[in-house]
């Protein structure tokens, strides 16, 4: 039975490496580093403890569980980050990221150099169980230490994909609620192994991380959830009713939406990284030395006023481009207009003010 839960090992661990490399084809989404990293921690700790269970002697056993921590200390981490990008929509600060991988690097660290040291296991004893090796020890300090750190990382997940899955009313089809039962799982299968529940003293954590395989399959294939994060981002950018326009430092045409198209129809995609000031209309728009400005277009054969209003993207104190937002202020130009005529003449006798006032004076 054990033979067959190492084959078992074997294809998620498999599934997880096909999750590592679709993520990095999503490299424009902002989920997709930490998760592919993760996939990759994960596949490596699996594939180490399938090699684990079929292991010939103790020396194999041993190589094996070198293997599994080159994978293993990274999954929390990753995990966290992970979380943190889904919920803040932003990437976790440099310093913050360092200080969290500390915990991993050592971690693994430790492990590699366990029998000068024993931090991770003070003693290990393989047991044979049905013509397998299957591994016993004494935990060291450290192993206990890292435990602490990554049920840190996974409650922090729980309650950041709870909270999705909250926003989404408790949808069952909803990213936020198979990444909850995902991080869930793990936890469970590897709280049961650490009370010494499990059969065998068996390691029901790749276990646990098979039914994560399966949840993020659900949760990347079918409800795209390395896609979600671009797609909104594409349909409020083009579908939101002000137009706009991204230029780089040169001046060349970076992307703008359907609305900015509509108020300049010689938009199209090929102009995408050419000088906007070989048209007339994109010279005329940048020679405005204000950064907000009116302009008179023919539109649909008719004369419509747009205001626009320039700001510029910095990254690090550097510009790195500007925005021109436009907006339609024909009908506010037509009520102005139209006050004003209104204002011009004498409610009653439809007499135009500057006339009526001239031939009260004569």
Not at 96 to 118: D, K, Q, R, S, Y
Not at 330 to 351: G, M, R, V
Request: net charge positive; charged share 15%; proline share 3%.
């Amino acid at each position: 039975m054990i033979g067959y839960m190492a084959a078992l090992l074997f294809v998620f661990a498999t599934a997880f490496f096909i999750f590592f490399l679709y993520s990095l084809s999503k490299q424009r989404n902002a989920l997709s580093a930490p998760f592919s990293i993760m996939c990759l921690a994960a596949a490596i700790y699996i594939t180490g403890y399938g090699l684990e269970l079929l292991s010939p002697d103790k020396n194999s056993l041993l190589f094996s569980l070198k293997i599994e921590y080159l994978g293993i200390p990274y999954m929390p981490a990753f995990w966290l980050f992970f979380a943190y990008k889904f919920h803040f929509k932003k990437k976790v600060p440099f310093s913050t990221a360092l200080v969290f991988l500390i915990i991993p690097v050592l971690t693994m660290f430790f492990a590699l150099t366990n029998e000068f040291h024993g931090l991770i296991y003070k003693e290990i004893l393989p047991k044979p169980v049905n013509g397998y090796l299957i591994l016993h020890f004494t935990k060291g300090i450290w192993y206990n230490i890292y435990i602490l750190y990554s049920y840190i990382a996974q409650i922090f997940g729980l309650i950041v994909f709870y909270n999705s899955w909250k926003s989404n009313r408790f949808k069952i089809n909803s990213p936020g609620f198979m990444l909850f039962l995902a991080s869930l799982s793990t936890g469970v299968f590897n709280l049961i192994y650490l009370l010494g529940l499990s059969p065998y003293n068996l390691d029901l954590t790749p276990f646990g991380l098979c039914i994560s395989a399966t949840l993020l399959y659900i949760a990347i294939f079918k409800l795209n959830l390395l896609e979600l994060t671009e797609f909104v981002k594409d349909i409020a950018f083009m579908e939101i009713a002000e137009g706009i326009i991204v230029l780089d430092t040169a001046n060349r045409l970076i992307d703008f939406n359907h609305a900015a198209q509509n108020v300049f129809p010689w938009l199209n995609k090929n102009l995408i990284g050419t000088e906007f000031s070989r048209n007339e209309e994109g010279a005329m728009l940048l020679s405005k030395k204000t950064n907000i400005f009116e302009l008179e277009v023919l539109y649909d054969d008719t004369i419509k006023f747009f205001e626009f209003k320039k700001i510029f993207i910095e990254e690090k104190n550097k510009i790195i481009g500007k925005v021109f937002f436009i907006q339609d202020v024909t009908q506010q130009k037509q009520l102005i207009e139209n006050l004003n005529n209104i204002a011009s003449y004498d409610y009653l006798t439809k007499i135009k003010l500057k006339y009526y006032n001239c031939i009260t004076h004569l």
